[in-house]
């Protein structure tokens, strides 16, 4: 199994920035890509960055392009995403996704609270 655990997220003014850390334990050799995804109340879960095993691969959500910079570690088995310029409506829980060797299932982490106020 892996588990992941994020943390990094709080309230932060418009304009604002914060970093996100998700560090992951257990069967490391099993990961594959890793990313963060996000969900607001009342919304569905939705990708935000994901990065593949050797960094080589990024893909961003059009809403954060420009803003929001994801980068991987995997010396400390970490990812993180720098977020600058933060918006109200990136308010969200953000959750860690971690894809496995041999598996379609993903492993999530428990989720970090980001609040943006105005």
């Known amino acids: ?5 994020e943390s990094g997220g709080g309230l932060v003014q418009a304009g604002g920035s914060l970093r996100l850390s ?5 069967r490391i050799f099993a990961i594959l890509a890793m990313g963060w995804y996000r969900q607001a109340p009342g919304n569905q879960r ?3 960055a994901m990065v593949s095993s050797g960094g080589g691969t990024i893909t961003y959500a059009d809403s954060v392009k420009g803003r929001f910079t994801i980068s991987r570690d995997n010396a400390k088995n970490t990812v993180y995403l720098q977020m600058n310029s933060l918006k109200r409506e990136d308010t969200a829980v953000y959750y860690c996704k971690a894809d496995l060797r041999a598996t379609i299932v993903p492993t999530w982490g428990q989720g970090t609270q980001v609040t943006v106020s105005s």
């Open 1 to 5: 199994q892996v588990q992941l655990v």
């Open 22 to 26: 998700c560090v992951a334990s257990g």
């Open 46 to 48: 939705e990708l935000v």
